[in-house]
């Protein structure tokens, strides 16, 4: 979590805990993994599933109808003759009278030696992904820009919530720590005027001094209070109940 700000010097001075630089590096790097992804998806819809596919039907075209011309040529007596015109398109000949072998084909062209055959539905997918992640980019920047003004914000009897919720520490009647200390993420169950429960969130991760807000929260606070029980409490009252 990121340090707190300086806590206010009295319990009846607002708390304001703005967007952390923490929020904003990893939103950046949700971003920069997106544009890399599509970026990559892009790559192989433009060229990386066609050549491959190119690479595959040169392949097809290797087994079923070059070396059948080059077994018809050597039945035939006319194998000089085949072999000739075989140099002259710079395709292999084979050696000492042996069919030519793909594998030596491909390996002088740089090429795999077992090319997938795409369809054109798998390179029209890579497209498809490849917009999905650029959305996701776009997704990203329109959050920060949503959650940039942000603030939550403690007073000395409520807090109001990053999208303008005010809550009063009374009104709260379960509050949940159980994510607190490894996740920085507690809840809050209140009612509204009308009766209705909702359930309101403190992120410390996000929103720097939620902690401060939290802590005047429960200073107030007389209701359910959930919190991590340690294995050595755990074991404690287990041994307890069984001594009972």
Request: proline share 5%; with cysteine; glycine share 8%.
């Amino acid at each position: 979590m990121e340090t707190a700000p300086k806590p206010p010097s009295s319990a009846s001075e607002p708390i304001l805990c703005r967007v952390t630089s923490w929020y904003y590096r990893r939103m950046g790097i949700l971003a920069g993994l997106f544009l890399i992804f599509g970026l990559m998806f892009l790559h192989d819809g433009v060229r990386g599933y066609p050549q491959e596919l190119a690479i595959a039907q040169k392949k097809e075209w290797f087994m079923k109808e070059f070396l059948p011309s080059f077994e018809a040529a050597k039945k035939e007596g006319r194998l000089a003759q085949w072999m000739e015109d075989a140099k002259a398109k710079d395709m292999p000949t084979g050696v000492d009278g042996d069919s030519p072998r793909w594998k030596t084909y491909a390996a002088k062209n740089g090429w795999k030696e077992e090319p997938k055959l795409y369809s054109e539905r798998e390179i029209a997918e890579q497209f498809h992904w490849a917009y999905g992640c650029f959305a996701g980019v776009l997704i990203v920047g329109i959050l920060v820009l949503l959650n940039r003004h942000k603030v939550l914000r403690g007073e000395a009897d409520h807090w109001v919530t990053p999208e303008g919720v005010q809550i009063r520490y009374t009104d709260v009647f379960r509050v949940d720590k159980r994510k607190w200390e490894h996740k920085g993420f507690a809840y809050a169950w209140y009612r509204t005027p009308g009766g209705a429960e909702k359930r309101a969130v403190f992120d410390d991760l996000k929103y720097g001094g939620a902690d401060k807000v939290l802590e005047r929260l429960l200073a107030s606070f007389s209701g359910e209070l959930i919190e991590k029980v340690s294995e050595s409490e755990s074991a404690e009252s287990t041994s307890t109940e069984v001594e009972k």
